[in-house]
């Protein structure tokens, strides 16, 4: 009896498993179904994260609680999202909900109402933030002061002999270079007394440093040769020679020979790979660390190479681009007046479609110096006398903050780590001073 009663519980499980699984996966898909087939409706959930976290979200008015989150069984069509926190601006926008889809909204940034620049140094005629974004080179006064996020000096100002053109910083963050139209000099961050003369690359035409072996710096000479330099043996080698520019990756050398076409790949030792056809002479080349190219030909328009090799144009005049931290979306400044953006390979973008120019933001007046701001969702760049940060994001109309709008000029600005801060120059009726800019409400 026992044996027929387990037979009959296994196949009363089977005909329930077989009967509710459908369900489950209809579930999972975002299919509801009502009491009659007139209520059977398809849902799309909202996904949502900001910075700062905690955000308070509501959905067409009614509490959908805080950040991070996501918001199930949302009927098709346009909604009405509101982030909210005390002390922040708050953000909105109206969506469209799609059935059994995700709905995206990742990387939203809430702005300070308040806003409070902080003078750090006076007398300032340029600077650069360090690549790990906790120091800041600055030329103030004649000298090299070089800082912390909050204004301590590492040591005591430097005197230089001729004001730089470029404050480069080495990958590490341990040393700097000060590129003048004449001179080179090497700074180590560490206990620095002087800045050393670096003559192998006086008026060198392009400098990087190695993005992989610490204290290697790529140089085209005047004669066109490109030289490896290690500045702790203060040695030089040529590594490719009649060197028009050159980008690098975190694996290899981007080269265009003068009076070619092609693009060389090399190792980071000069070792050469295999050629790149290009249809058009190269004007400039900048790269991702994984590997992709950006190209200009001599007419400015831009292409992109991909790692396996696949051209593809991208604008037919780009005045600047840049890739994003993650390499995965292209900025394109098209004219003086207007941002794109192309989505090379960030599938998680739903709202920028692949390989498709995208308008992102397009003005009456002169947009100048743009960058990408923290995590790539997000254009920071300056308009006359403001400096704007606007989303990429395009559905409904991208949300823009004003940093500051007043006493700018040139203000040069930089990112501080994960966007919590911004560092610029502002005129302060008595000179030129370094400030920054918190973003984050303590």
């Known amino acids: ?219 085209i000479t005047p004669q066109g040769d490109l030289t490896a330099y290690q500045t702790g043996a203060n040695i030089s080698t040529t590594i490719a020679t009649n060197i028009q520019t050159f980008a690098t990756s975190s694996r290899n050398v981007f080269v265009n020979p003068q009076a070619e076409a092609n693009i060389h790949v090399l190792t980071l030792q000069g070792q050469h790979l295999r050629t790149i056809p290009f249809t058009a002479a190269v004007r400039r080349l900048v790269a991702t660390p994984s590997g992709v190219i950006g190209v200009w030909d001599e007419q400015g328009r831009l292409s992109t190479i991909t790692d396996q090799e696949i051209i593809t144009p991208v604008a037919e005049s780009a005045e600047r681009a840049g890739f994003s931290p993650d390499g995965q979306l292209l900025y394109v400044q098209t004219d003086n007046t207007s941002l794109h953006v192309l989505n090379m390979s960030d599938q998680r973008l739903r709202h920028l479609p692949l390989e498709k120019l995208v308008l992102a933001t397009r003005l009456t007046s002169s947009i100048r110096d743009p960058q990408w701001f923290a995590g790539g969702h997000h254009l920071m760049y300056q308009i006359e006398d403001e400096i704007v940060i606007s989303e990429i994001d395009t559905r409904d109309h991208p949300i823009s903050y004003t940093v500051d709008s007043t006493n700018l000029g040139k203000s040069e600005a930089a990112v501080g780590r994960d966007g919590e801060r911004i560092f610029y120059l502002k005129d302060s009726g008595a000179g030129v001073d370094l400030v920054v800019m918190p973003l984050i409400v303590e």
């Open 1 to 219: 009896m026992e044996k027929i009663f387990r037979r009959l519980l296994l196949f009363t499980s089977a005909v329930v498993f077989m009967a509710l699984a459908p369900l489950v996966v209809f579930y999972a898909m975002g299919y509801r179904i009502g009491i009659d087939a007139k209520s059977d409706l398809s849902v799309g959930v909202l996904l949502v994260e900001t910075t700062p976290r905690r955000s308070q979200v509501t959905v067409d008015d009614r509490d959908a609680g805080t950040t991070p989150t996501s918001v199930p069984n949302l009927p098709p069509g346009e909604v009405t999202v509101k982030l909210t926190k005390e002390g922040y601006e708050s953000w909105e926008k109206r969506l469209m909900i799609e059935p059994t889809e995700v709905t995206d909204l990742r990387g939203v940034r809430l702005f300070p109402v308040q806003r409070s620049p902080r003078a750090l140094l006076a007398d300032v005629s340029t600077f650069s933030l360090s690549p790990n974004r906790q120091l800041i080179a600055a030329i103030a006064g004649g000298k090299l002061h070089v800082i912390d996020e909050e204004g301590t000096s590492l040591f005591s100002a430097l005197a230089i002999t001729e004001h730089p053109r470029q404050l480069l910083w080495s990958p590490d963050s341990n040393s700097l270079l000060l590129i003048g139209e004449r001179t080179t000099a090497l700074v180590a961050i560490s206990g620095s007394t002087k800045a050393q003369p670096l003559p192998v690359l006086y008026r060198a035409l392009e400098i990087a440093w190695d993005p992989r072996i610490p204290g290697r710096i790529l140089a």
